[in-house]
């Protein structure tokens, strides 16, 4: 509480007397005048890339100094993989990891089951359930496999719980494998790879009271069975002014009550919910920045133990797919459309400096 308050006085002077320059409290490592997140941050930090994003040297000229972990954004989903039953198409992914190993990021896996990037042929698979189960384990075998020892955690399944109601959603998993399927796809992951992160994945579980306790059931249900489950990946698709801090703190906290690790998986705060903006305004901008601080102090407020990374949903604002999902303009993430740091870059700095 005294940090927001700390903070919140600053946001106020420097809204009054800004020169157009952001304050450090120590000089940055290089002469980009701001601190790397990865060298102020006691968490890997993070954000959602594609192959030919990093190929790109401004894109990585920035990402590789920022931040220290990657998620691939859907290059190692099921439909871009598996491509037919027996066809693997293994190069961007393979170009992703290879880039965290050259790099010295941690790599997580996204993601291995999800209803909306299962391959069509898989979809209208015609032979029994028994078989298209073993087809699912050979897959999670094959992949987590593959990248033992370099991608440190995956996703198993993603978003598998309607909105609302907190029922399961009626994917092709469900259907023919039945509501225990997400229990048996952690095990299969387990089994093939002892010590990789398990993690669940889903949005809106800081604004859906209805979803987050059945989200929270399933974990209950998994610790008491002994099936494994490392941590929970919470989305945090949220605005600059909703849900509630409160909501959102509640929220980690609950999961890391039951012993999870929490990942704030694809960050994006946006700063045009209502679409009433045709350009980013300094008044938006300061309070996108104090959601940011706010978001990153309240993981903060976790134990250590708990704390496994935050991810932003990419890099720069004119990648994020917010635009056209929601038909407005938008600018959600840490970096200008020329690679600049805005302002919410310098609340998540100043957020691990008021911890530090």
Same mark, same amino acid.
């Given at each position: 509480?005294?940090?927001?308050?700390?903070?919140?006085?600053?946001?106020?002077?420097?809204?009054?007397?800004?020169?157009?320059?952001?304050?450090? +409290?120590?000089?940055?490592?290089?002469?980009?005048?701001?601190?790397?997140?990865?060298?102020?941050?006691?968490?890997?930090v993070g954000a959602a890339v594609q192959a030919a994003q990093?190929?790109?040297?401004?894109?990585?000229? #920035?990402?590789?100094?920022?931040?220290?972990?990657?998620?691939?954004?859907?290059?190692?989903?099921?439909?871009?993989?598996?491509?037919?039953?027996?066809?693997?198409?293994?190069?961007?992914?393979? %170009?992703?990891?290879?880039?965290?190993?050259?790099?010295?990021?941690?790599?997580?896996?996204?993601?291995?089951?999800?209803?909306?990037?299962?391959?069509?042929?898989?979809?209208?698979?015609?032979?029994?359930?028994?078989?298209?189960?073993?087809?699912?384990?050979?897959?999670?075998?094959?992949?987590?496999?593959?990248?033992?020892?370099?991608?440190?955690?995956?996703?198993?399944?993603?978003?598998?719980?309607?909105?609302?109601?907190?029922?399961?959603?009626?994917?092709?998993?469900?259907?023919?494998?039945?509501?225990?399927?997400?229990?048996?796809?952690?095990?299969?992951?387990?089994?093939?790879?002892?010590? #990789?992160?398990?993690?669940?994945?889903?949005?809106?579980?800081?604004?859906?009271?209805?979803?987050?306790?059945?989200?929270?059931?399933?974990?209950?249900?998994?610790? %008491?069975?002994?099936?494994?489950?490392?941590? +929970?990946?919470?989305?945090?698709? #949220?605005?600059?002014?909703?849900?509630?801090?409160?909501?959102?703190?509640?929220?980690?906290? %609950?999961?890391?009550?039951?012993?999870?690790? +929490?990942?704030?998986?694809?960050?994006?705060?946006?700063?045009?919910?209502?679409?009433?903006?045709?350009?980013?305004?300094?008044?938006?901008?300061?309070?996108?920045?104090?959601?940011?601080?706010?978001? #990153?102090?309240?993981?903060?407020?976790?134990?250590? %133990?708990?704390?496994?990374?935050?991810?932003?949903?990419?890099?720069?604002?004119?990648?994020?797919?917010?635009?056209?999902?929601?038909g407005n303009p938008e600018w959600p993430l840490l970096f200008?459309?020329?690679?600049?740091?805005?302002?919410?870059?310098?609340?998540?700095?100043?957020?691990?400096?008021?911890?530090?």
């Open positions: 509480m005294l940090r927001r308050c700390i903070f919140l006085l600053f946001l106020f002077v420097f809204a009054a007397c800004d020169s157009g320059n952001s304050p450090d +409290i120590d000089p940055p490592d290089d002469d980009r005048g701001y601190h790397a997140l990865r060298q102020l941050s006691p968490f890997p990093v190929q790109n040297p401004d894109f990585s000229d #920035v990402f590789n100094y920022a931040f220290n972990s990657l998620t691939a954004e859907y290059q190692m989903k099921q439909n871009v993989i598996w491509t037919s039953r027996n066809t693997y198409n293994w190069a961007p992914a393979d %170009a992703l990891v290879q880039y965290g190993q050259d790099h010295e990021m941690q790599v997580h896996g996204h993601a291995l089951l999800w209803h909306s990037s299962t391959p069509l042929w898989l979809e209208n698979f015609v032979g029994s359930d028994e078989t298209f189960e073993a087809l699912l384990l050979d897959y999670i075998f094959t992949t987590v496999q593959r990248y033992q020892g370099k991608v440190i955690s995956w996703d198993v399944v993603n978003e598998a719980f309607n909105d609302g109601s907190g029922t399961l959603r009626e994917t092709v998993f469900r259907n023919r494998l039945g509501p225990d399927y997400l229990a048996r796809m952690f095990d299969y992951a387990r089994q093939a790879d002892p010590d #990789v992160l398990l993690f669940y994945n889903d949005y809106n579980l800081e604004s859906d009271a209805t979803k987050r306790r059945a989200v929270l059931a399933m974990v209950d249900d998994f610790q %008491a069975r002994g099936i494994p489950i490392d941590g +929970i990946g919470l989305q945090m698709h #949220v605005s600059y002014n909703s849900p509630s801090l409160k909501d959102i703190k509640d929220t980690m906290q %609950a999961f890391a009550s039951r012993g999870l690790k +929490i990942h704030l998986s694809e960050l994006d705060i946006r700063a045009n919910p209502g679409g009433d903006l045709t350009s980013l305004t300094e008044l938006r901008a300061l309070e996108q920045r104090a959601r940011t601080f706010d978001i #990153v102090d309240a993981f903060l407020d976790l134990p250590a %133990a708990n704390r496994f990374a935050i991810t932003w949903w990419g890099l720069r604002d004119p990648d994020s797919w917010l635009i056209g999902f929601w200008d459309a020329d690679y600049a740091p805005k302002p919410a870059y310098f609340g998540f700095v100043e957020a691990l400096e008021g911890a530090s």
